[in-house]
């Protein structure tokens, strides 16, 4: 038995907003979105019905969003969990701090780049969701 990737199914109120703020903020591509268990194609006008569920990727990294409503429904265990959490979802990068300047003024940054004493170039920031993304890279490539 092998275990061969992650891919985090993040709880959301817009699944809309959570791909505009990957898409334009962190350059990744929208793969999938879902409406009413059907495939959708690109994102909904505005006044249209919302999103249940999309997926996005960059590189190796990909996240799913879904609407809080869709998931509830589907696991009825994450009714009444608040949206964010008490983790980081810890993605290794090139340019540390390229992407730190990039995001001045557009991101919640909570914690700018900094060189951890385990090696680590890392930059915190928080998505429109209210989940942590650390992002990071091997010291010495900076």
Request: hydrophobic fraction near 40%; charge should be negative.
């Amino acid at each position: 038995m092998s275990f061969n990737k992650l891919t985090p199914n993040l709880m959301v109120e817009d699944v809309a907003q959570s791909v505009i703020f990957y898409r334009d903020l962190l350059g990744f591509e929208l793969l999938m979105a879902m409406r009413d268990e059907r495939p959708f194609d690109g994102l909904p006008a505005a006044g249209d019905k919302p999103l249940d569920w999309a997926m996005v990727q960059r590189d190796q990294v990909a996240f799913m969003f879904q609407r809080r409503d869709s998931l509830s429904e589907e696991i009825p265990a994450l009714a009444g969990c608040e949206i964010g959490a008490s983790l980081t979802l810890y993605m290794e990068v090139d340019g540390v701090d390229a992407l730190h300047q990039s995001l001045q003024g557009e991101a919640d940054i909570i914690r700018p780049p900094q060189t951890t004493f385990y090696g680590r170039r890392e930059l915190y920031l928080r998505d429109c969701n209210g989940y942590i993304l650390a992002l990071t890279e091997d010291a010495e490539s900076h």
